[in-house]
């Protein structure tokens, strides 16, 4: 048995930046991912950031990963558990022990605060070929193509113009792809407009009210079906028409990788504006189990921008509980830290978040 | 409104943003056009410009507003915006001809003089150009800036290049 003060699942840019949080204050921090390396999705983030200097706007995604991995590597009581799978929690009274695989073994943790900042996972589409080779999810392009440098083929149908669908649409045009058309189910582009733009000028049409309805190939994607979509979401007869495609990438939203958070026994809501089934939680991101926490995608899917801020408060908010912060100096932290969120939920794009997360914190009191 | 269904802006549309020069002012010189229309949380333009010629404020969400007559057309916030929606028009650079400067990620760049292919908002070829100026400053983090010449009519038109 292994013992820490803090332990976090995840070293994404939430899990991460809860990490430098906590130890900055003294807290003893163990973080465990099951990858190779840290970072999370920020190391194939490799566009600007939106925000203010604050959120490091302007900034590529790559380059705020390497900056948090500098800042954990600075910090002497953080340990990284790298090819780390936690497969289960369980409680005791004052603390929680985490069932991890290391290295092919299993070992015992156990934490008297715990994180799980365990980040998303793509949602599908089904269709008629979907489970032809090169019908993939956009995640797994953008680990090719900007990871690992390889891409997956050389004509393009992305499916989704959400800001994911327009960045990996931008992505694998730098690398080289065609991507011969987005479609949206839906009768509006659903990412931002200056994402859209930059693929609509280079000739990237946008089809909206359009969906997949079938994929061809013999054993691999040779041809995608497009039919148009009325109000009803029913496909309009005639309409559709033949891509010759040699690659179909689905980029149709994200949901909450929630798993531990339910065995662990954390109350849950449906929202569908933070993508579905979350965690309900407090101001200080911690959920219905005591001394369990979340933050960034898991808490509800948002930007890596917002999950870092969200790590922050709950490396804060972890300290404070475990005594190495003042109450005043914590609440001015958190304070801080809260604003910097609330920044990034304004505006069309982020009222209904910012409003959802309101609710779930109201929701949190009467539980 | 073809922002949102196609991606890219009808001129009516862009005319009444905010962060749009005057055609009274596009005619006397270089000039940034901040192509923004939506509140996103962003405001990097408003710190990269020298001579506080855009302003956004507090709220980050709010577009940029641009005060044209304080504008050189410098360029220096091309590169900082997040969502490349920043270009400079020079419609003064000939009698028939306008610069335009605009940020671009594809590599391999064009070369000085080369002559390129002039796409518009929705990537279709109007026009020839001819490669003016490729600068990639440490500054712009990858993002180079290029000027190039136009026709005077595509101007307002011209948005990103094709190398042919």
Known sequence: ?367 | MTLLKDGFFDPEELENLPGVPSKKRLIQGPVVVIECAQEIPCNPCEEACHKKAIQIGDSIIDLPILDADKCSGCGLCIASCPGQAIFVVDTTYSDKEAAIQLPYEFLPYPEEEQLVNGLNRAGEKVCSAKVLKVLNHKKFDRTAVITIVVPIQYAMEVRNIALR
């Open chain 1, 1 to 367: 048995m292994r013992k820490t003060e803090f332990a976090i699942v995840g070293a994404g840019p939430a899990g991460l930046s809860a990490a430098i949080e906590a130890a900055r204050a003294g807290v003893k921090v163990v973080l465990a991912d099951e990858n190779q390396r840290p970072g999370g999705q920020l190391f194939k983030q490799i566009h600007k950031f939106f925000g203010s200097e604050a959120h490091h706007a302007g900034v590529r995604g790559i380059d705020i990963g390497t900056m948090l991995l500098q800042q954990v590597s600075q910090q002497k009581n953080v340990e990284i558990m790298l090819d780390s799978v936690v497969w289960g929690i369980f409680r005791a009274n004052t603390s929680h022990t985490l069932g991890v695989i290391h290295n092919s073994k299993n070992i015992h943790l156990k934490a008297r605060k715990v994180l799980l900042a365990t980040g998303a996972t793509e949602n599908v589409l089904a269709f008629p070929g979907w489970t032809l080779a090169g019908v993939m999810g956009a995640g797994a392009i953008q680990t090719l193509v900007n990871v690992h440098r390889v891409l997956p083929g050389k004509r393009v149908l992305m499916v989704g113009s959400g800001n994911v669908g327009l960045i990996v649409s931008y992505q694998l045009l730098q690398a080289g792809a065609e991507v011969v058309a987005i479609v949206e189910a839906l009768p509006k582009i659903g990412g931002y407009a200056v994402h859209a733009g930059k693929v609509a000028r280079t000739g990237v049409p946008i089809l909206t009210s359009t969906t997949v309805k079938e994929v061809h190939g013999k054993d691999k994607v040779e041809k995608a079906v497009l039919v148009q979509i009325d109000k009803n979401w029913q496909p309009l007869t005639g309409t559709e028409r033949e891509l010759e495609v040699d690659v179909v990438c689905l980029a149709c939203g994200l949901s909450p990788l929630a798993e531990l958070a339910w065995i662990t026994g954390c109350k849950f809501t449906d929202v569908p504006e933070l993508g579905g089934h979350v965690p309900i939680h407090n101001e200080n991101m911690e959920t219905t189990v005591p001394g369990i926490y979340v933050a960034g995608d898991l808490a509800g899917i948002e930007e890596a921008s917002t999950a870092i801020e969200e790590g922050r408060l709950v490396g804060i908010a972890v300290a404070e509980a475990l005594g190495y912060l003042a109450a005043g100096e914590a609440k001015d932290k958190k304070t801080e830290i809260s604003s910097r969120a609330e920044q990034l939920r304004e505006g069309p794009f982020g009222i209904a978040r910012k409003q959802a997360k309101e609710q779930l914190i109201c929701r949190s009191l009467s539980e």
